[in-house]
T-cell receptor, first 112, second 116 residues
């Protein structure tokens, strides 16, 4: 079993839809949770960063962490064609080297 | 603008050849990383370095080598011992700051290696 599980998709939604992307994990020591966005043939770029449980909002994006269920989510409101990309969840424990473990990524397509 | 520069963007290699991928950063970050990305497998760590002249193997180091002679540079050599080298290679860096933001990786644009 992988430490981090993420549905690879692809996920196709119409423009304006609310998108929900999710990851589950098995390591209860994870404290830092990140979402990266990766456009085709490009490097990932940080989208959201949260520590421990709770919600964080940034514009159209909301990240949620539920440590009791070992489940994290990224919500995109009013999705745009420019949101079409692969979304990678990532997480790490606190202390030490803090290796970052990535999910496999979910490919999202927003159709105009 | 600060960032990470990877070159070349595309590289073709014949079987049995070694190739070196370049990674340069001007972010003044201490730690640098090499990841390999394959479809359906996410990012897998090859090597990382937290300080000049020191580096450690990641999860899939076999068939790869690195050096860290300068803070700004962390080249990756894909040797002929790597049995399946065709992949997208990503270089990343991270500052040593503690606390909030300590785990944030900044990535380069990637290098795609194809073995002919």
């Amino acid at each position: 079993q992988k430490e981090v599980e993420q549905d690879p998709g692809p996920l196709s939604v119409p423009e304006g839809a609310i998108v929900s992307l999710n990851c589950t994990y098995s390591n209860s020591a994870f404290q830092y949770f990140m979402w990266y966005r990766q456009y085709s043939r490009k490097g990932p770029e940080l989208l959201m960063y949260t520590y421990s449980s709770g919600n964080k909002e940034d514009g159209r994006f909301t990240a949620q962490v539920d440590k009791s269920s070992k489940y994290i989510s990224l919500f995109i409101r009013d999705s745009q064609p420019s949101d079409s990309a692969t979304y990678l969840c990532a997480m790490s424990v606190s202390g030490g080297y803090q290796k970052v473990t990535f999910g496999t990524g979910t490919k999202l397509q927003v159709i105009p | 603008d600060g960032g990470i520069t990877q070159s070349p963007k595309y590289l073709f290699r014949k079987e049995g050849q070694n190739v070196t991928l370049s990674c340069e950063q001007n972010l003044n970050h201490d730690a640098m990383y090499w990841y390999r990305q394959d479809p359906g497998q996410g990012l897998r760590l090859i090597y990382y370095s937290q300080i000049v002249n020191d580096f450690q193997k990641g999860d899939i180091a076999e068939g790869y080598s690195v050096s860290r002679e300068k803070k700004e540079s962390f080249p990756l050599t894909v040797t002929s011992a790597q049995k399946n080298p065709t992949a997208f290679y990503l270089c990343a860096s991270r500052s040593r700051q503690e606390g909030y933001g300590a785990n944030v990786l900044t990535f380069g644009a990637g290098s795609r290696l194809t073995v002919l």
